[in-house]
């Protein structure tokens, strides 16, 4: 069945890279993505990248898809206490796209 | 866009109590809409999820129900709450194609006393 992973707990010093990283099991997502949930909050589309690309870069954002290895990850360039948060990878392969399936989050801490 | 509102943001309710949560969605029509819960530091649990009025899936057997009485209105209750009903309740909306994204309210946070 379908199945996402992440590791629970990531600590960095600000100014630092953060990498996050996931592994899904559905080869048929067409999509992944990465949410992020700040304390007492909905979660928040950070980004999303295409199954059939390997790398996408938004501002201190950079995804990374090992397509055969079905591997994501999130780095944060220039880590701020501001990013700390719970960041969810979540792929879109199960029910024809209708539901998602998320890891169990990543919760990033940024030492000052 | 679309905009998620639920309410109450904060609920406090005894054991056996009656639970009535309610999810409204803004700019887009026909979403597919989803209730989740969140346990205390723990990852997503998918409910319940809907494609129309009145059609619902459930993912878990629980003490929970949910209901779709307009196309944009999504609703959690109970008839009689459980301590392990507490939780944080994060409604979302996606469009019904297969690439949209899925999008997350602001969340109910429920405390079972």
């Known amino acids: 069945g379908e199945d996402v992973e992440q590791s629970l707990f990531l600590s960095v010093r600000e100014g630092d890279s953060s990498v996050i990283n996931c592994t899904y099991t559905?080869?048929?997502?067409?999509?992944l993505y990465w949410y992020k949930q700040e304390p007492g909050a909905g979660l928040q589309l950070l980004t999303y990248i295409f199954s059939n690309m390997d790398m996408k870069q938004d501002q201190r954002l950079t995804v990374l898809l090992n397509k055969k290895d079905k591997h994501l990850s999130l780095r944060i360039a220039d880590t701020q206490t501001g990013d700390s948060a719970i960041y969810f990878c979540a792929e879109s392969g199960k029910n024809n796209g209708q539901n998602f399936v998320f890891g169990p989050g990543t919760r990033l801490s940024v030492l000052p | 866009s679309q905009t998620i509102h639920q309410w109450p943001a904060t609920l406090v309710q005894p054991v056996g109590s009656p639970l009535s949560l309610e999810c409204t969605v803004e700019g887009t029509s026909n979403p597919n809409l989803y209730w989740y819960r969140q346990a205390a530091g723990r990852g997503l649990q998918l409910l319940f999820y809907?494609?129309?009025?009145?059609?619902i899936s459930s993912e878990v057997p629980q003490n929970l129900s949910a209901s779709r009485p307009q196309d944009r209105q999504f609703i959690l209750s109970s008839k009689k709450l459980l301590l392990s009903d507490s939780g944080f309740y994060l409604c979302?909306?996606?469009?019904?194609?297969?690439?949209?994204?899925?999008?997350f309210g602001p969340g109910t946070r429920l405390t079972v006393l």
């Open positions: 809907s494609v129309g009025i009145g059609q």
């Open positions: 559905d080869s048929s997502s067409t999509y």
């Open positions: 979302a909306c996606k469009g019904q194609g297969k690439t949209d994204t899925q999008y």
